[in-house]
């Protein structure tokens, strides 16, 4: 588990009420921001899964997000492009009890800070724009994608295909002829990967 994560912010009244006017939605990003003065401490513990992930050879990440007092507030699924220029954010979930209690921000939050990339949510839905809404106030601008523009995006890393190939053998090997469990078998990449042939961005410390 990662070590205890703590980031307070804290907003300013003025400007929120500026950004915020008109809002309809039932429950509106003016009360959310009110009565959220601090952002909660939160722990993440996640688990990688590298097999036909949308980001190849790069992991789809699952999350279980943690109160400080260990307690399971929900859970985040998200990814880094292999061009390591975007963060995608495919499901955040807060189980009913710990909503509108700031963790939701707060997971948007360690998102932002770790990994100081844009971010991209994918198929935003229409009963989470509140949300959505305090999120972009607190952390800056968050790309909407639709379902329908995952495979554009998804050509801008197309020329990494042949790795993406080498990626699934290595993983069949390991759950068919080295009989691993499936958690270990696809919790690992390729050995090499990043590597600087394939990615000019890429670095020794972008992946672990």
């Known amino acids: ?35 959220i003065k601090q952002l909660r ?3 993440i513990e996640t688990s990688m899964n ?18 400080s007092d260990q307690v ?14 975007k963060l995608y954010i495919f499901d955040i979930t807060i189980h009913d009890a710990f909503r509108r209690q ?19 949510t994918i198929k935003e839905v229409l009963s989470a724009s509140g949300f959505w809404r305090a999120a972009r106030l607190a952390s800056g601008p968050i790309e909407t994608l639709s379902l329908s523009e995952m495979d554009l995006e998804r050509e801008r890393w197309a ?11 290595l993983i069949s090997d390991r759950l068919s002829n080295k009989r691993e469990s499936w958690e270990i078998a696809v919790g690992r990449g390729l050995p090499d990967w990043p590597s600087s042939k394939f990615t000019p961005l890429a ?6």
């Open 1 to 35: 588990m990662l070590k205890l994560w703590r980031l307070f912010r804290i907003y300013d009244e003025r400007s929120t009420k500026k950004k915020i006017e008109g809002a309809k939605d039932s429950i509106s990003v003016k009360a959310r921001l009110t009565h």
């Open 41 to 43: 401490s939160i722990e």
């Open 50 to 67: 590298h097999y036909k992930s949308f980001t190849a050879p790069n992991p789809d990440i699952k999350a279980t997000i943690y109160s």
């Open 72 to 85: 399971v507030v929900g859970q985040v699924t998200y990814a880094v492009s292999p061009l390591f220029d």
């Open 102 to 120: 700031g963790f939701g921000l707060a997971v948007i939050a360690y998102l932002a800070n770790t990994h100081r990339l844009p971010m991209a």
């Open 159 to 169: 020329h990494l295909k042949p790795l993406v190939d080498q990626l699934d053998s």
């Open 203 to 208: 670095t020794a410390d972008h992946w672990g």
